[in-house]
Structure formats: structure tokens, C-alpha cells
């Protein structure tokens, strides 16, 4: 009897590490079919194509030119294209095997006066601005000019925005001076910067040849159009991300991305069966769009669940049907063919 009981002990123990294996397997595989598909900008998760590649041609090109031409320049592109995880991989391949030393920085948000801008860029190197005491004030400041001729009254002890914004230039010229080659500040949604900073990057500025570069991304918008046109005197090239990735890139993004995550073959293997395709269609080759549809089907249900032609076939006339109501309430998308 106590050998039964023994038995069957040993049987339930085995039953149920084999649930709790079976378990842990399908958590695993639920989470790497999100990372598969999250909005990511690792570099590690960039998947090469024929107009990101001309894009970081463009830009290469642009950094080993040692500024002729400009200290500026632009990556306007469609939202939704990969604009910043173009910005990502550029950092990486700048700052890789620079034996500590810092090429380029990456900053997401663009809309800070030029002191706090100079504050944030000298805290991500992990070093102070000169013009700032220990304690963070503003370091002694230069005479106020006096409200009337000869007279002291309307004096301040405050320095002028003006004097902040030439002793924050100084501080991020000090600091492109201090490494080996050009330090290169790199802006994402640069259309957030505020009319003060744009006038005083582009007053202290030297328009080509500079130790201190900027590259930026922008949306081909009104707002790009004018923050360009205040930055005439540079001339910034400006390099386009507009096409979308046709079916065959679609099909090829979404196999590397999964191959990157550790999906089980599969779920890639779903892809050969039309769905790729299917996916291309909801998403109309927007990275972006495609993350959002192949998250509907993928994170649906698992590889196992009935005929995968069958399963995919629902789970992508859903995510075409929620797209379809998400448009129908938010209006539709309007293409914006300005060009810049």
C-alpha cells in the first residue's frame, strides 16, 4: 500500500514539474513575442534595409566630412519610420571602440533653454559645466549694464539670459574641445527646441568646421519647414527617411525581430503562410504600425492553437477590424507629402 502511495506521489511530483516546466516555457515565449514587437530603440534591435542604410550612409558621410559645409544637419522623416532608432544606432557606431572616450550623446528632449541643455549634457558624461559652482547656482556673474547712463539703479545680481545662454555655448564648446575629435550632440524630435535656444546655437554657432555638431531628426512638417529656415545660414543637409518597407522588407523585419527576441521557430515559421503579408497590408509598411498588429496576432495565443493558417487568418482580421475602428473614431491618417 505504501509503495502505491509512494507511486503515486512520485508520479503527482513528476506531473506537476512537468506543468510548472510547461508553465515557465509559455511565459518565456510570452515575453519574448513582446520584446519581439515592443517599441524598442536598442541598437541591437535595428534590422537593416535599402532606405535606413542610405540614411546612415548619408549621415557617415556627413560626420567624416569634418564639418565642411555644416555643422548641422537633419534626418526628416514620417513618423512611425525608425527616425529614433536611426539616432540610437548612430550614437552606438560613433561611440564604439573610443577607449572611454565620447563621440556623440543622444537626447530625446529637445525643449530646454541652452543652460539647462549644457546642465543635462555635462550630468550624462558625469561631469560638471564650468560656469556652475559645486553647489548648482550660477557661477559670479559679469556687470548688468546699468538702466541709465552713469547710474547703478536696475542693476542685478542676476546675470542676463543672454550672458546664460554665451556661458552655457562656452561650457559645451569646452567640452567638444576636450576630446580627441568632434563631439557631436545628437537631438531627437528637435522640433521641441525653444526659440531662445535655436537663436543662440545658431549666434554662437560656427555654420561649418565645428568641434561641437548637431545632428536632429524631424517630422516633415510647418514646424520643420520654419526651424530650417532659421538655420539658412548653415545650410544643414537634410537627409530623408520617407519610404516604407515594401512586403518582401516587411516579411524580412519581422523574421530578424523575432529572431532577436528568441521566438520558437514556430512562430516564425507562421510568417511563410501568407501572415507577413497580411501584416504588411494592416500596418502599410510603418515599423511602427507593424509592432502594434503583429502584437494583436502573435500575443493572441500560442504556436500550438489549431491550424496556424486558419488561427492567423482570425486573429489578422481582428487586428484589421480594431484598426479600422480605431480609424473610423480617430479619423483617418492624412499623408503629409510636404517637402522640406
Known amino acids: 500500500m505504501k509503495t502505491n502511495e509512494s507511486a503515486g506521489a512520485s508520479a503527482r511530483d513528476v506531473g506537476g514539474q512537468g506543468a510548472r516546466d510547461l508553465t515557465a516555457s509559455n511565459t518565456v515565449d510570452r515575453l519574448a513575442r513582446r520584446e519581439a514587437f515592443s517599441e524598442t530603440s536598442d541598437p541591437a534591435a535595428y534590422v537593416p534595409r535599402a532606405e535606413t542604410e542610405k540614411v546612415l550612409e548619408s549621415i557617415r558621410a556627413w ?3 569634418d564639418g565642411r559645409g555644416s555643422t548641422i ?3 526628416v522623416g514620417t513618423p512611425g519610420l525608425g527616425k529614433t532608432l536611426m539616432l540610437r544606432v548612430i550614437e552606438a557606431r560613433m561611440n564604439e571602440a573610443r577607449d572611454g572616450d565620447v563621440r556623440a550623446i543622444y537626447l530625446p528632449y529637445a525643449g530646454l533653454s541652452l543652460t539647462d541643455l549644457s546642465i543635462w549634457v555635462h550630468g550624462l558624461l558625469g561631469r560638471v559645466p564650468p560656469h556652475r559652482s559645486p553647489h548648482g547656482s550660477p557661477s559670479p556673474p559679469v556687470e548688468v549694464a546699468a538702466a541709465g547712463a552713469g547710474d547703478t539703479a536696475g542693476a542685478s545680481d542676476k546675470p542676463s539670459g543672454v550672458d546664460d545662454a554665451r556661458k552655457a555655448m562656452s561650457d559645451l564648446a569646452a567640452l567638444a574641445n576636450s576630446f580627441r575629435e568632434p563631439f557631436f550632440l545628437l537631438f531627437d524630435d528637435a522640433d521641441s527646441l525653444p526659440a531662445e535656444t535655436l537663436g543662440a546655437l ?49 516579411e524580412h523585419y519581422l523574421r530578424r525581430r523575432m529572431e532577436w527576441a528568441g521566438l520558437p521557430a514556430a512562430d516564425i515559421a507562421r510568417l511563410k503562410d501568407g501572415l507577413a503579408r497580411r501584416l504588411h497590408f494592416l500596418a502599410g509598411g510603418v515599423p511602427r504600425a507593424l509592432h ?4 494583436a496576432v502573435f500575443e493572441g495565443g500560442g504556436t500550438s492553437a489549431g ?17 479600422r475602428q480605431r480609424e473610423d473614431w480617430m479619423g483617418r491618417p492624412i499623408e503629409d507629402d510636404l517637402e522640406i
Request: without cysteine; glycine residues 0%.
Open 63 to 65: 560626420v567624416e566630412s
Open 73 to 75: 544637419a537633419a534626418i
Open 202 to 250: 545658431v549666434e554662437h554657432l560656427p555654420p561649418s568646421e565645428s568641434r561641437l555638431r548637431i545632428l536632429m531628426t524631424l517630422n516633415p512638417d510647418s514646424k520643420a519647414t520654419r526651424l530650417l529656415s532659421s538655420l539658412h545660414a548653415f545650410a544643414p543637409p537634410q537627409v530623408s527617411l520617407r519610404t516604407r518597407m515594401s512586403a518582401e522588407e516587411t
Open 307 to 323: 491550424s496556424p493558417a486558419k488561427s492567423d487568418h482570425k486573429r489578422a482580421k481582428r487586428a484589421l477590424d480594431a484598426k
Open 292 to 295: 502594434a498588429e503583429a502584437s
